[in-house]
């Protein structure tokens, strides 16, 4: 979008166009947040995304939800007795082309808490880690379906407080939110009927008549932005609740880690802070998963999304590096596509894109180590496919390199 000014806006405006309305909107929106575009309408939206009304429209309506996402499942990489899977749903192009608008344009420019280290440019898992540097005591809690929790309502009030009109800041919420089927509406619904809130509502469009709460999809561009800008509210109650016990607090997505370098704190005060923690997550309508939740004292091993927190730095644990060693290994030993086999690889480029991946990311902690890898990995008779294929690999060694 290019800058929008007021001036302009005036002179090209049609003569019966209502400017001063137009005006005192953007006015209101630029008061709150100077970095965010006015926008008046749908068809406002529509213009600047350039993508079509009537499919904007039809999605509000939640009209043929089915082909608005494309759903498939992937399997969760942590270690379970049973495989669990992660749902993701894949916006329609013109979807996409519209919620990465939105997310360029309006969500980046929403500040979110400084306790949030995920999907935020100057955020990252070592930064998070690097806050609970010489922990002696740590606690651990991930929350359950985290994007599936937060509905269209929260997502309505995130537009409203930016400033933009009732009616489009409802639009934008189920533009960046879906519901599975038209069939599920009622099962969706709390206790399987409609929520009370909900109930005797009147709706000025009455294509827009759908009792059925969105919830933000996993593989939409907007959820993960979205989904910090809402969890700002559990941020700042968990942010006191740290400042009270003279706790570290740090939220990557889901995983929350609250820390401290004092060997004092005790395993009973760690309880009692996990069970203040749950009731600040529950009372925000999050599910705490208990299976998940950890406290580690001294003597145990301080992990923080993947790294060592014990000393001075954040290090790679000895598994993780266990682990890429052993793929090597086996790779320059035998063969990548008999290793691709064993260890049940979709394809060999899969297995070739996953040690990449993992040797990118030790190079960001430790960059002796990486080059190692990177040695061994450049050591394996890898058959290059196609140019696109080798020009990844040259992309990733500059990387690690680097």
């Not at 309506?61 to 270690?79: C, M």
């Not at 519209?98 to 070592?126: C, D, M, P």
């Not at 820390?259 to 999050?286: D, H, N």
Request: aromatic share 10%.
């Amino acid at each position: 979008m290019t800058h929008w000014q007021s001036q302009l806006f005036e002179v090209d405006a049609p003569p019966d166009a209502p400017v001063d309305a137009a005006l005192a909107i953007a006015n209101a929106i630029r008061s709150i947040n100077p970095l965010l575009p006015p926008l008046f309408t749908l068809s406002h939206l529509a213009h600047e995304t350039g993508v079509p009304y009537k499919y904007l429209r039809n999605t509000v309506a939640r009209g043929k939800v089915d082909e608005q996402y494309s759903v498939f499942r992937i399997q969760k990489r942590a270690p379970s007795a049973t495989i669990q899977y992660r749902w993701i749903a894949a916006p329609h192009p013109l979807l996409l082309k519209t919620q990465r608008w939105i997310n360029t344009n309006i969500l980046k420019n929403i500040a979110v808490h400084n306790a949030a280290f995920a999907y935020i440019k100057e955020g990252s898992a070592y930064k998070a880690a690097c806050l609970h540097n010489q922990a002696k005591w740590l606690v651990k809690v991930d929350i359950r379906n985290f994007f599936e929790s937060i509905l269209e309502t929260k997502i309505c009030k995130v537009f409203e407080t930016a400033g933009y009109q009732p009616l489009l800041a409802f639009e934008l919420s189920r533009i960046c939110t879906r519901i599975a089927t038209p069939e599920m509406e009622r099962a969706l619904a709390p206790n399987g009927r409609v929520p009370n809130s909900l109930k005797g509502l009147k709706y000025s469009i009455s294509a827009y008549n759908s009792f059925a709460l969105g919830h933000l999809p996993q593989g939409a561009p907007t959820s993960p932005m979205l989904a910090n800008i809402v969890a700002k509210e559990i941020d700042d109650e968990i942010s006191s609740l740290a400042e009270k016990y003279k706790l570290r607090y740090s939220r990557y997505s889901d995983d929350i880690v609250l820390s401290t370098p004092s060997t004092q704190f005790g395993k009973e005060m760690c309880k009692e802070v996990v069970g203040k923690l749950y009731r600040i997550l529950l009372s925000a309508g999050y599910q705490p998963n208990v299976e998940k939740t950890k406290i580690s004292g001294p003597g145990s091993k301080m992990i923080v999304l993947g790294l060592l927190v014990d000393g001075k730095t954040p290090r790679l644990t000895s598994e993780f590096k266990s682990k890429l060693r052993m793929h090597l290994f086996y790779c320059r030993t035998r063969s990548p596509q008999q290793h691709a086999v064993k260890r049940k690889f979709a394809s060999l480029l899969g297995l070739k894109n996953h040690l990449i991946g993992l040797i990118s990311y030790a190079g960001t902690i430790d960059a002796a180590f990486a080059s190692k890898c990177y040695a061994e990995l450049n050591a394996c008779s890898w058959p290059i496919f196609d140019s696109a294929d080798f020009d990844s690999i040259i992309e990733s060694t500059v990387k690690i390199l680097r």
